[in-house]
């Protein structure tokens, strides 16, 4: 394993956002949703692909808030540009998302 020091970790951006749309992705080679998530007036709305459907409805996700990282590169996942990395606890196929445990500010970051 590979330690980080203090100044690593610091450049990871890790924010909290509400999930505002939620829609299919068939051309995503593992099922997949693409989410639209709304991380506050500082950082505005971005979207990003999640393999979730194991654990999670559409209907699940829409208003959950999630954590994300948002400082990483844009990446392309089939048709779609994917704007942040939503976090999780990966179990095989089951992702089960992170979230603050009580109803937080859009935007605030994690440390």
Do not use: H
Not at 17 to 45: C, H, N, Q, Y
């Amino acid at each position: 394993m590979n330690n980080l020091n203090w100044s690593d970790f610091e450049k990871v951006e890790m924010r909290v956002g509400t999930v505002i749309d939620v829609v299919d992705f068939p051309e995503a080679r593992k099922p997949s949703f693409k989410l639209t998530i709304d991380f506050g007036e500082e950082i505005g709305i971005k979207k990003t692909s999640a393999q979730v459907t194991v654990l999670y409805k559409k209907k699940d996700l829409l208003n959950k808030q999630v954590v994300a990282v948002i400082n990483f590169p844009k990446k392309q996942i089939a048709n779609f540009m994917s704007e942040c990395l939503i976090l999780g606890a990966v179990n095989g196929e089951e992702v089960d998302l992170l979230q603050p445990s009580f109803k937080t500010k859009n935007g605030l970051r994690i440390l």
